[in-house]
Structure formats: structure tokens, C-alpha cells
């Protein structure tokens, strides 16, 4: 594959930076936030994101017939890679993991009530697999959904459920045949947040931001809102998970990082010596910025896949995700320990090297390998689909 972008992939990019630059706010990005910058969570966020609906950048890779462009995927991704590069608001859940999901397998009705919707970002979900029991393997979740006249009960936990306190309406899994396998029996429904048997409680992670556990209690579902077939949510959750593991880990902020520590590099002392000069932290460098370039191609690879047709290409989206996001690991561990002590200043500190940024995103970091599937689910996933390996090896 050609890992240059040609003059017409370019000259979107510069279209989007353009559109970046007019509507620059901080209220809408904030590079601080780390991966967390990419949810929609406040009016100004939502108001910028239906501004880029009307741009028809929210379904560029749709359907023509569900209001898309049938556009390329890698337009898709050079979006989101800009919009992360600022720490704005990304793409990822409504126009990927749901509503590509309903275009391959959703009801008629259901594509004709929230297509437009994510299309024009009059909407906001928030994503519940995880279970206090089931975290990154989504399919031991045990919230248990019932049949009940012609709808289902659903009753259970979840947790982990990021944008549960903001959203309006909930992608959610559940049991629905507790005698099949635990890859089997399990349906995709979408209820509304404001259902009175929801109980949304927060959780605040290390990286200083919101998720929450949602509890649900005697929640009644129509047949209308079952996502697809009966019993099949986990395949399609599979599916979504692969969209999630990239367009949510995106490249441009690990970039962004490595680039501030090369900055402070540059300009620091140590002991009256440029810092630059130390080969230690020379040949850390170098390893870092080789290793970026290996998740960046790992990222191409993942388009290029995609624009293949069909699913989601699932082993080329856990090797990004594995690497990316560990990688992102490296180059925090590696600003806590370049700038030495005043590394542990928080973000906005006065005088704080790279203005504060190594402490949290040596605390963030964490979150994202766990996020979408932890390292060792990935690692299982290119174990076993890639190179062959039993289950039991």
C-alpha cells in the first residue's frame, strides 16, 4: 500500500484545518484533556459538532441512501486525526460504533429515527458491554433481559458507561439466553436514559474525568428498539469494538506529546549541559519517534483495510490499538522522567515543564490501554485470529 496521502486527501485537510481555525474556542478543544477531549459533552461541543453535520463531514463514509457521501474511509480518518490533533470532539461513537452498526443491521424504523439524527449530531449515546464481572470480555456480561409481552425486562449492572450522565439514549447488551454460550445469547437494545428505572452513579478515574455505573431495574424495552437479530449483540458488538479500538485511539495526540517532549528537550538544561546533548535521553528520543512512526503506518493499515469492504478488519485494529495506546504509555513514562521532579506539577501550573502536561497524561495513559479492550484481550485477539494460536496456549 502507498503510505502518502495524494493532493486531493491533502487538500481536504487543509479544507478542515480552515474550518478548524474559524471556529476555534477553547470551550470546544482543549488539548489537556487528553483522549477524554474527544467526547461531546457540553452545548458549545455539540453545537461545533452539528456545524460539521451540516458540512456532511459526520457521514462521509455512509450510504448515499441513509444521507452519507460513500466517501473514502481515509477521509474519515484524516477528520478525526484533525480534530484530535486540537483536542476537539471527534467522530468516533454515534457516527461509527452505532450508526454503522444500525446501517449493516438495524430495523428499517430504527435507521429512519437515528440516522439523521447522528447525521445532523442531534443526538448523544453512551456505550454499556462493561459489567463489574464483564469488563473487557464483553461477552460474560450477565445483565439479564427478559421477555415481557412484546418488549423485554432488562435488569443488571453496568459499568465503565463513560458518557451515561450527558447522553440521551443507551446502547446497551444484555443477556437474553442465559443457557447458550457466552459468545451467544446475548441482544443489543437502545433505551432511553431518562427510562425512571435507570440509576446513572459517577465514577471519577485517575485522569481526573467522569464515568459512571448505570443500574437498571425493571427497565421495559419494545421489540422496536432490539438492535438486529435476537441473540446476535455480541457479533455486532464485536464488530463495533473493532471501529472503536481506532477511531477512538487516534494517532495525532500520542504525536502531539511526543512532539512537546522533543520541544522541552531542546530547550532544557541539566546541570549547566543542554539537555539535548545527554545520549541517554538522545537515543530515548529516537526510539520514541521510530515507534511512532510504526503506529502511525499501523493506523494507515487499518484504513486501507477498512476500504476493503465488509466488517471492520479486526486483527489490524487490535495491533493499533495494542501498539498506539502502550506506546502512549512509553512517551508519558518517558516526560515523567526527562523533566525530572517538576514533572509532577499538575496541568496549567505556572513554570510546570511542558506546561504541565506529563503528569496527566502519565495518569490518562493508563485508561486508554484498558478502554475498548485491555492489551491482554488485544494481544489475545492477534494471538488466536492472526497467528493461529489456541485458546489454551
Not at 229 to 240: C, D, H, L, P, T
Request: aromatic content about 10%; hydrophobic content about 40%; charged content about 25%.
Amino acid at each position: 500500500m502507498d503510505f502518502e496521502f495524494s493532493a486531493e486527501q491533502l487538500s481536504f485537510v487543509q479544507e478542515v484545518e480552515r474550518f478548524l481555525d474559524e471556529h476555534d474556542d477553547p470551550e470546544v478543544f482543549d488539548v489537556t484533556r487528553e483522549n477524554m477531549a474527544q467526547i461531546v459533552d457540553t452545548p458549545e461541543r455539540r453545537a461545533f459538532m452539528a456545524e460539521l453535520g451540516r458540512r456532511g463531514w459526520l457521514g462521509i463514509t455512509w450510504p448515499k441512501e441513509h444521507g452519507g457521501q460513500e466517501g473514502d474511509g481515509v477521509y474519515e480518518h484524516l477528520l478525526n486525526e484533525s480534530l484530535a490533533r486540537r483536542g476537539g470532539p471527534q467522530i468516533g461513537k454515534g457516527v461509527g460504533i452505532i450508526g454503522k452498526t444500525l446501517i449493516r443491521h438495524g430495523s428499517e424504523k430504527l435507521k429512519a429515527e437515528f440516522l439523521p439524527k447522528i447525521l445532523r449530531n442531534e443526538v448523544e449515546f453512551a456505550v454499556g458491554y462493561s459489567e463489574p464481572n464483564a469488563g473487557s470480555d464483553a461477552a460474560s456480561m450477565q445483565l439479564r433481559a427478559v421477555r415481557h409481552g412484546d418488549g423485554w425486562m432488562l435488569n443488571g449492572q453496568k459499568t465503565w458507561t463513560t458518557s451515561a450522565h450527558f447522553a440521551e439514549w443507551y446502547w446497551v447488551g444484555a443477556r437474553t439466553d442465559p443457557e447458550a454460550p457466552k459468545h451467544f445469547g446475548i441482544t443489543l437494545f437502545l433505551v432511553p436514559l431518562d427510562h425512571p428505572g435507570i440509576t446513572v452513579k459517577p465514577i471519577w478515574t485517575m485522569g481526573d474525568e467522569r464515568t459512571n455505573e448505570v443500574y437498571l431495574d425493571d427497565v421495559w424495552v419494545s421489540d422496536d428498539y432490539v438492535v438486529g437479530e435476537v441473540n446476535r449483540g455480541f457479533q455486532y458488538i464485536s464488530e463495533a469494538l473493532d471501529l472503536e479500538r481506532f477511531t477512538m485511539f487516534t494517532f495525532s495526540p500520542i504525536a502531539q506529546r511526543l512532539e512537546l517532549l522533543c520541544t522541552y528537550v531542546a530547550g532544557a538544561r541539566r546541570d549547566g549541559a543542554p539537555l539535548r546533548d545527554d545520549p541517554v535521553v538522545r537515543r530515548r528520543l529516537a526510539r520514541l519517534a521510530t515507534q511512532a512512526e510504526v503506529a502511525r503506518v499501523l493506523g494507515l493499515r487499518f484504513v486501507n483495510a477498512s476500504a476493503k469492504g465488509g466488517a471492520a478488519p479486526t486483527t489490524e485494529a487490535s495491533e493499533y490499538k495494542l501498539y498506539a495506546t502502550e506506546l502512549s504509555k512509553r512517551v508519558a513514562d518517558a516526560s515523567m522522567d526527562v523533566a525530572g521532579p517538576g514533572s509532577q506539577l499538575r496541568v496549567h501550573t505556572p513554570g510546570a515543564p511542558m506546561g504541565g502536561r506529563a503528569e496527566s497524561t502519565y495518569r490518562y495513559t493508563v485508561i486508554d490501554t484498558i478502554g475498548g479492550g485491555a492489551s491482554e484481550i488485544q494481544k489475545n485477539i492477534i494471538a488466536r485470529r492472526k497467528l493461529g494460536l489456541p485458546k489454551n496456549f
